[in-house]
């Protein structure tokens, strides 16, 4: 028997989903991630983006045409949010939703709709590896009910994994990168153990520690001292923004102001001199002024961002921002080419800056990525490898480099 599972939006979406292949594998299944033909088909669903969900209703017709005969098992954030939408689909069998996806695998020979709220961390098969990079969930679900957002609506209140679970299956899982990742993990916590605890732990691993997207309040002195002293953290710091201006952070639910964000990357070039800092910022919030764009504009550069990932709002039916008249899309795509323009030059003057550096840089199948996140071309390099590099060249959004020596 062949499954193959399918998978649309966030890492924490292909983390879950590696565990469930490793699941199927465990009760016989040949298992790919790959469309193709197959018996069972098991979709995990986004809802972040209205597009989104729509890739995801469309997914099931996309997997029937490889097999019309084949059970197709549907979860995720767009199936919790709309059931009823996937369950009418001819050749869905089971569908599940963002939560208890350890209970998933027991549904296989069933028919129905399964939705289950859960209050504890729902613990899964170690993740199926495809990657080099190991992703580690730590963390589900959001408290923090941003504006924008339908996420704390469909994946539940935060939770943790216990801080031993977490460290077993970065102790055993191999990879030269772990990668921690969650809906939140700035709100880490296993009893009176937060991100600062985690991270001191686990420097007893043999490899680099990257971190997912984190939020001001979590940069703290005691996180940045604790991820200095731990030695094998990433100066990589992925830190949310999503407007530069106080007044819009505001209207989005953020609990931070411009001037704290400002701070929070201070704070972390006190610890990490020459650390990328990057970030997402939303492009045309319905309260959105040219006054408050301008200040958004202008953060790229005051921050010092290494990259940016800038995306138009879009209204999300169900939360509060979408009630909320929108910008004209004329507005928007304007708006648009102006921060895409300032992310581009932000970028190019970071990778500039880096010229004739020495990092060190994990090799992929398609280049590889040094630990603050540049992605590197290099002849010769093996897959799986890691080389100390020098940073020779500007290439497109990422560098050349010369191979000094495989670690």
Same mark, same amino acid.
Request: charge should be positive; charged fraction near 25%; proline fraction near 1%.
């Given at each position: 028997?062949?499954?193959?599972?399918?998978?649309?939006?966030?890492?924490?979406?292909?983390v879950e989903s590696a565990s469930l292949m490793r699941g199927l594998e465990e009760?016989?299944?040949?298992?790919t991630d790959e469309p193709s033909f197959a018996d069972l088909y098991l979709i995990n669903t986004c809802a972040v983006t209205a597009e989104a969900e729509k890739k995801s209703r469309q997914a099931v017709a996309r997997m029937r045409k490889f097999n019309p005969a084949a059970r197709i098992i549907v979860c995720?954030? !767009?199936?919790?949010?709309? !059931?009823?939408?996937?369950?009418?689909?001819?050749?869905?069998?089971?569908v599940s939703g963002a939560m208890r996806k350890d209970k998933l695998l027991s549904l296989l020979d069933e028919h129905g709709v399964f939705l289950e709220t859960e209050s504890e961390f729902s613990e899964l098969p170690a993740p199926k590896r495809n990657r080099t990079r190991a992703f580690l969930r730590i963390q589900d679900g959001c408290n923090r009910f941003c504006s924008y957002c339908i996420i704390p609506y469909l994946r539940g209140r935060t939770r943790s994994r216990s801080l031993s679970g977490i460290l077993a299956e970065a102790k055993s899982c191999g990879a030269k990168e772990?990668?921690?990742?969650?809906?939140?993990?700035?709100?880490?916590?296993?009893?009176?153990?937060?991100?600062? !605890?985690?991270?001191s732990a686990l420097s007893e691993v043999p490899a680099r520690i990257r971190l997912g997207s984190l939020e001001v309040s979590a940069v703290t002195e005691e996180f940045l001292l604790a991820a200095k002293e731990a030695g094998n953290v990433c100066p990589h710091f992925h830190l949310c923004l999503q407007s530069g201006s106080t007044r819009v952070l505001k209207d989005m639910n953020r609990k931070y102001t411009r001037e704290e964000y400002l701070s929070a990357c201070a704070r972390i070039r006190k610890y990490f001199p020459d650390a990328a800092i990057t970030t997402d910022i939303i492009v045309g919030f319905p309260t959105e002024t040219e006054e408050d764009f301008l200040l958004s504009l202008s953060m790229v550069e005051e921050a010092g961002l290494a990259r940016v990932h800038a995306f138009p709002f879009s209204p999300r039916s169900g939360t509060r921002a979408a009630k909320l008249p929108d910008l004209p899309s004329s507005v928007k795509k304007e708006r648009m080419e102006r921060m895409l323009a300032a992310a581009a030059k932000a970028q190019r003057s970071f990778l500039t800056a880096s010229l004739g550096r020495e990092e060190v840089a994990l090799f992929e199948e398609d280049g590889g990525y040094t630990e603050r996140y540049i992605r590197v071309f290099a002849e010769?390099?093996?897959?799986?490898?890691?080389?100390?590099?020098?940073?020779?060249?500007?290439?497109?959004?990422?560098?050349?480099?010369?191979?000094?020596e495989e670690l």
């Open positions: 028997m062949k499954a193959c599972v399918f998978t649309l939006g966030c890492k924490l979406n292909e009760r016989g299944f040949e298992v995720g954030c !767009a199936s919790e949010k709309d !059931a009823a939408a996937f369950g009418k689909r001819e050749g869905v069998t089971v772990i990668v921690l990742t969650g809906v939140d993990i700035s709100s880490y916590r296993d009893g009176d153990r937060g991100l600062p !605890a985690l991270v010769g390099a093996k897959e799986g490898a890691m080389y100390r590099v020098r940073l020779s060249g500007v290439r497109g959004d990422g560098m050349n480099v010369t191979l000094s």
